[in-house]
């Protein structure tokens, strides 16, 4: 297995600006064999195959997506899950082969998607891992340190009839005792991780069917430490938006999802993702990147720092 690039580079190889891509909700997809067509996947796949949203997700937007990203040149990439359709080893090969071009360049942190557990044999196996893990880091959180920039990795997935999210106990201890690290103090962090915690609203996305269950939890731990992050990332809901929450505190945090990076147009949707530029202030502008005309383009800024 190639491993990823080395992410310890100086400040003078960074410069003053840190680039980073941020794509999620690929969806790569190849059809289930007759004998694995049981239980949730069989619901999945009349789902995708009869109803016809398998024609959302197509391999040319998915193509274009990691060819954007390439040109563009990030230092880093985050990818927030949800890679597959429905768990497959074959959709995990698919996908493995597709990101090359990013994992092999690019120093890139990878957190999984309810999709990529989509059923208990999948998590059980913990398949993901199998051609991934040099991505998804080890123990409970994963991370990746880029010059001042840190990213950390949250995983709430579960296998089961909804798409809910619960971040284990064990894991928001272990985000608890990093975050009041010492050594993150004159750091610029952010956290990735499938679920949003906040909806465009501005409240908490504890939807029992499709949010994160205990965002609540995860706020209140945020609001504990000194420093907030400088956003959350996140996908799961095929829509790009950015939105703020009020803490207890009074203090405000950052929600960015990306959307959809595999997304084909349909209605007023298509494929999105974000890119985002860190300077010695911190997180200074998000600007969407937008799939049109058979490739990604520029998009609209979607945030930017007050001056």
């Given at each position: ?82 890679l ?8 995990f ?26 059923t ?66 004159d ?7 499938h ?74 949707r ?38």
């Amino acid at each position: 297995m190639q491993h990823p690039p080395s992410s310890h580079r100086s400040r003078e190889e960074l410069g003053n600006t840190v680039k980073i891509a941020h794509l999620t909700d690929l969806h790569w997809m190849t059809p289930p064999s007759p004998t694995r067509l049981v239980g949730k996947r069989l619901l999945g796949s009349a789902n995708l195959y009869l109803r016809g949203r398998r024609r959302h997700f197509q391999r040319e937007v998915q193509r274009a997506a990691v060819e954007r990203v390439v040109a563009l040149a990030p230092d880093m990439v985050v990818i927030s899950g949800d890679l597959t359709a429905q768990a497959l080893p074959e959709e995990f090969r698919l996908a493995r082969g597709c990101l090359d071009p990013i994992l092999s360049r690019f120093p890139t942190l990878l957190v999984p998607g309810n999709h990529d557990v989509y059923t208990r044999g999948a998590a059980r196996e913990d398949r993901i891992r199998e051609l991934f893990a040099p991505w998804l880091g080890e123990g409970p959180l994963g991370r990746l340190d880029l010059g001042r920039v840190t990213c950390l990795g949250l995983d709430a997935n579960r296998p089961g009839l909804f798409a809910s999210g619960l971040l284990p106990q064990a894991q928001l201890d272990a985000l608890g005792t990093t975050l009041s690290d010492p050594s993150l103090a004159d750091r610029h962090l952010l956290i990735a991780i499938h679920h949003p915690v906040i909806d465009p609203a501005g409240g908490l996305y504890q939807k029992r069917s499709h949010g994160l269950l205990n965002a609540d939890a995860l706020t209140d731990l945020i609001d504990q430490q000194r420093s907030l992050p400088e956003a959350i990332l996140s996908g799961h809901v095929h829509r790009a938006y950015c939105a703020t929450h009020t803490l207890p505190s009074g203090r405000r945090l950052l929600q960015l999802d990306a959307g959809a990076g595999g997304y084909a147009p349909h209605g007023d949707r298509t494929g999105t993702f974000n890119l985002y530029q860190l300077d010695e202030r911190g997180l200074s502008v998000a600007t969407q990147q937008r799939y049109s005309e058979g490739a990604y383009r520029e998009g609209p800024t979607v945030w930017a720092r007050r001056p």
